[in-house]
């Protein structure tokens, strides 16, 4: 099975940069995801990672290191829009497993 | 790109009632499908999954089952709904080539009564 490890909760303001930590235990690791979702919404994909390192689009980043079972997602330039659910999700056998994701709120 | 439909997007249903949730996917050929459920404020729990028509597999007991009559048509179902069944019921999509993200539905918000 699937651990996956995630902050509840985390409060930024506008402009600034948030890190929201990731770290799982798995068997038969295919990759890791990031999906947002705002209140009330579908999930929606933003990032996959499957080789160690940095992948970037446009404002959010996401990071991975499978040796430590870790990753982060790196969102710069926070806007009022970013505030949402952020979802770390590791592929294994072609099966998504979720945190719980982490809500962050965005304030003026 | 591929297209997720669900309906209904919302639905209120006594406890004992049976349950008919339908997804269908544009755009691709041969997905896999998925059924996840999502509790008031928890995570996305996998319940389903279908690699091809005729092809289901199970990742949690429960009253609920799946079918996927078509290739691009997957459906959730129960023959008496529990008020534990409430939740954001969302179906996701995987095309067979290419990445391994999956695709998600507007989802189906079920509140059993």
């Known amino acids: 099975g699937q651990n996956i490890d995630q902050p509840t909760e985390m409060t930024a303001t506008e402009g600034a940069i948030v890190q929201i930590n990731c770290t799982y235990q798995t068997s038969g690791f295919n990759g890791l995801f990031w999906y947002q979702q705002h209140a009330g919404e579908a999930p929606t994909f933003l990032s996959y990672?499957?080789?160690?390192g940095l992948e970037e689009k446009g404002r959010f980043s996401s990071f991975l290191s499978r040796s430590k079972g870790y990753s982060y997602l790196l969102l710069k330039e926070l806007q009022m829009k970013d505030s949402a659910s952020y979802l770390c999700?590791?592929?294994?056998?072609?099966?998504?497993?979720f945190g719980a994701g982490t809500t962050v709120t965005v304030r003026a | 790109s591929q297209t997720i439909h669900q309906w209904p997007a919302t639905l209120v249903q006594p406890v004992g009632s049976p349950l008919s949730l339908e997804c269908t996917v544009e755009?691709?050929?041969?997905?896999?499908l998925y059924w996840y459920r999502q509790a008031a404020g928890r995570g996305l729990q996998l319940l389903f999954y279908s690699v091809g028509i005729g092809q289901i597999s199970s990742e949690v007991p429960q009253n609920l089952s799946a079918s996927r009559p078509q290739d691009r048509q997957f459906i959730l179902s129960s023959k008496k709904l529990l008020l534990s069944d409430s939740g954001f019921y969302l179906c996701?999509?995987?095309?067979?080539?290419?990445?391994?993200?999956?695709?998600f539905g507007p989802g189906t918000r079920l509140t059993v009564t």
């Open positions: 999700a590791v592929s294994a056998d072609y099966k998504l497993s």
């Open positions: 755009g691709t050929s041969n997905p896999n």
């Open positions: 990672n499957v080789l160690d």
């Open positions: 996701a999509s995987r095309r067979l080539a290419g990445a391994l993200e999956q695709y």
